[in-house]
């Protein structure tokens, strides 16, 4: 059974580099990023490259409240389950510093959007762990699900 990895800012920098990596050992990949063309890009250079796992990707503005809910609402709804949660999207300079809901960007990347995001840890496995390498301070958070582990 093959394993299933959300990378959040999937398109770039430690993010792209961690999806090839594990693309590259047939994994499942689910790939969040900002932009759509992006997305498509990293899409189709993994579909290039060797490796056997499915590569569905989410596009969602993290810096907004109801975007990030919606991507947690919609990855909870199409996927019976993830095996790991690499939270990797973060955000240090920004042009506007302020989001439509009011809120300074940085806050509602790095720290805000992670709330919705730990709603997905109804899917991980008992005893999984999601990763945090957003902001350049990775840190390893035990996520506990009470959700049965599905099978494939």
Not at 9 to 24: F, Q, S, V
Not at 109 to 138: E, F, K, Q, Y
Request: glycine share 8%; proline share 4%; net charge positive.
């Amino acid at each position: 059974m093959t394993k299933t990895i959300l990378i959040t800012g999937a398109t770039d920098g430690i993010g792209l580099a961690t999806a090839e990596l594990l693309h590259a050992r047939g994994l499942d990949l689910l790939l969040h990023g900002r932009s759509e063309a992006k997305l498509e890009r990293t899409r189709a250079l993994l579909n290039g490259s060797p490796g056997r796992g499915r590569v569905t990707t989410y596009r969602a503005d993290l810096s907004s409240v109801v975007s990030a809910r919606g991507l947690v609402d919609k990855i909870l709804r199409e996927e019976p389950q993830l095996d790991v949660l690499i939270n990797n999207a973060g955000v240090f300079a920004m042009a506007d510093l302020r989001t439509d809901e009011g809120l300074d960007a940085r806050f509602a990347v790095n720290i805000s959007s992670r709330v919705w995001r730990c709603r997905m840890n109804s899917l991980l496995p008992r005893g999984s762990t999601s990763t945090t390498t957003a902001a350049g301070l990775p840190t390893r958070i035990p996520m506990r699900s009470t959700r049965p582990r599905s099978r494939r």
